[in-house]
């Protein structure tokens, strides 16, 4: 079992609707959760950080969060086609500093 | 959020030969810096983890000896690529956390080993 599970997509969702990406974790521990996007040939960029359960917003962006269920989400609302990317899901370990990476949702929005 | 800069963000280099690769956090104190390799269209590869005056710990199956990693101060980490080889060629990317909880980006490195 992966240690970061994500779709790898292609998520296509038309412009303005809202794309809802997953991701799933092993370690019953972590504590620290994040989203990053990828443009092609770029690094990653941070987008939302999340640590207790529940939502937390940031403008067009919402992480969700359920330990108990090891799911963590991230809904972007009024998808524009400037949101197309791909999505990593990282997960702090319980113990050290290290990011554990998942695979990354490749978002496409269709203009 | 903080500034991570990489450089040099683009680096060709002939086979057999080394390659230094810069890792600055320009904003803040770096105790520890991480450094990844993600080849097309797959996820990062996290290399190895190096804190600031101690010898960096590599992930398994990731040769010390090939990839040289320095943080001799909190603002500056580098990875030597020694003897390259072109199976080498790929993107790497550091980055850098301050406080322990969020990790920053820098640019990244595409380094092609012809």
């Known amino acids: 079992q992966k240690e970061v599970e994500q779709n790898s997509g292609p998520l296509s969702v038309p412009e303005g609707a809202i794309a809802s990406l997953n991701c799933t974790y092993s370690d019953r521990g972590s504590q620290s959760f994040f989203w990053y996007r990828q443009y092609s040939g770029k690094s990653p960029e941070l987008i939302m950080s999340?640590?207790?359960?529940g939502d937390k917003e940031d403008g067009r962006f919402t992480a969700q969060l359920n330990k108990a269920s090891q799911y963590v989400s991230l809904l972007i609302r009024d998808s524009q086609p400037s949101d197309s990317a791909t999505y990593l899901c990282a997960v702090k370990a319980s113990s050290g500093d290290k990011l554990t990476f998942g695979t990354g949702t490749r978002l496409a929005v269709r203009p | 959020g903080a500034v991570v800069s990489q450089h040099p963000s683009r680096v060709i280099c002939k086979s057999g030969t080394s390659v230094k690769i810069e890792c600055r956090s320009l904003d803040f104190q770096a105790t520890t810096m991480f450094w990844y390799r993600q080849f097309p269209k797959q996820s990062l590869m996290l290399m190895a983890t190096?804190?600031?005056?101690?010898?960096?710990?590599?992930e398994q199956g990731v040769e010390k000896d090939k990839f040289l990693i320095n943080h001799a101060s909190l603002t500056l980490s580098t990875l030597t690529v020694t003897s390259a080889h072109p199976e080498d060629s790929s993107f790497y990317i550091c980055?850098?956390?301050?406080?322990?909880?969020?990790?920053?980006f820098g640019q990244g490195t595409r380094l092609t080993v012809v």
């Open positions: 980055s850098a956390s301050g406080d322990g909880t969020e990790a920053f």
């Open positions: 999340i640590y207790s359960n």
């Open positions: 190096s804190n600031e005056g101690s010898k960096a710990t590599y």
